[in-house]
C-alpha cells in the first residue's frame, strides 16, 4: 500500500458501513489522496453513516475511470457482491484483478512468505501466517488468524475473530462466520456460508450452510 498512499482510488459499491472500516484503513495508513465512490444507482445511500476527513466524490457507475494510474477497492465483505462487482466492472471499464490493491491496517500482519494478494483486504489486529496463499478479493476482518499454508480461495470472507488453524483450504466464494474455528487440515468447498461460532473440525462440501458445534450441514445452497 506505501506506493499508492498518494495515488487516487476508486472504491466500487456503496455500503456506509463497509466504507466507515475502509476509510479507517486508509486514515491509519495516512493515505493523502483521492477517493471515489461508484455508485450503482445514482440515489443509492446506505442507512449507516461514515465519517472521514479524506477527500472523496461520488460517480454513477458509467463513469468509472480507466486511468490504470487509479486503483481499486471493493464496498464489501460478501462474497456474491465482490465477484458480481468486478465481473460487472470488467466488462463496464475493463479492469482487471491487477488493477486491485491490497488493504492492510497497518496493525495487521502479512507474513514475507505470503505473495500475490491483489484485493486483500484486512482489519486491525489479524494476522496472516507463513506460506499462506490468498487468492483475489479476500475480506479479512479484525481480530483474525489466518494459519501457516492456508489456501483461501477468491472472494472469501473470513469474519471478525476467526482462527483458521494450520493448512486449512478454503474453496472460492466461501464466507467464514464471525468467532468460527476452523481446526487444521480442514478442507471447506466453495461458495459454502459457515455460520458464526462454528467449530469446523471435519471437512464441509461446496455449495452448503453450515453451522454449530460440531459444524454441521444444515442445508444446500445449490
Known amino acids: 500500500m506505501n506506493k499508492t498512499l498518494s495515488q487516487p482510488i476508486t472504491i466500487l459499491g456503496y455500503s456506509g458501513a463497509y466504507l466507515s472500516l475502509v476509510f479507517e484503513s486508509l486514515t491509519a495508513l495516512q493515505y493523502r489522496g483521492n477517493v471515489i465512490i461508484v455508485l450503482n444507482e445514482k440515489e443509492k445511500r446506505a442507512v449507516a453513516p461514515f465519517e472521514t476527513n479524506i477527500s472523496y466524490e461520488e460517480i454513477h457507475y458509467s463513469q468509472v475511470p480507466l486511468d490504470k494510474k487509479n486503483n481499486f477497492l471493493f464496498c464489501s465483505n460478501k462474497p456474491t457482491t465482490k465477484k458480481f462487482l468486478f465481473n460487472f466492472y470488467k466488462v463496464q471499464?475493463?479492469?482487471k484483478i491487477e488493477d486491485f490493491i491490497p488493504l492492510i491496517h497497518p496493525s495487521a500482519v502479512v507474513s514475507s512468505s505470503v505473495k500475490e494478494y491483489p484485493g486483500l483486504q484486512m482489519e486491525a489486529l489479524?494476522?496472516?501466517?507463513?506460506?499462506?496463499?490468498?487468492?483475489?478479493?479476500?475480506?479479512?476482518?479484525?481480530?483474525?488468524?489466518?494459519?501457516?499454508?492456508?489456501i483461501i480461495g477468491n472472494y472469501c470472507s473470513v469474519y471478525a475473530g476467526?482462527?483458521?488453524?494450520?493448512?486449512?483450504?478454503?474453496?472460492?466464494?466461501?464466507?467464514?462466520?464471525?468467532?468460527?474455528?476452523?481446526?487444521?487440515?480442514?478442507k471447506i468447498g466453495s461458495n459454502s456460508i459457515?455460520?458464526?461460532g462454528s467449530v469446523v473440525s471435519k471437512d464441509i462440501p461446496s455449495n452448503v450452510l453450515a453451522y454449530g458445534n460440531p459444524c454441521t450441514i444444515i442445508k444446500n445452497l445449490s
Open 162 to 186: 476467526s482462527n483458521l488453524a494450520g493448512s486449512v483450504e478454503i474453496g472460492e466464494g466461501t464466507s467464514i462466520g464471525p468467532g468460527t474455528t476452523v481446526f487444521s487440515n480442514v
Open 126 to 150: 489479524s494476522v496472516i501466517a507463513p506460506y499462506a496463499q490468498i487468492g483475489f478479493g479476500v475480506t479479512i476482518s479484525r481480530n483474525c488468524s489466518v494459519g501457516h499454508h492456508n
Open 93 to 95: 471499464g475493463r479492469i
Open 194 to 196: 459457515i455460520g458464526g
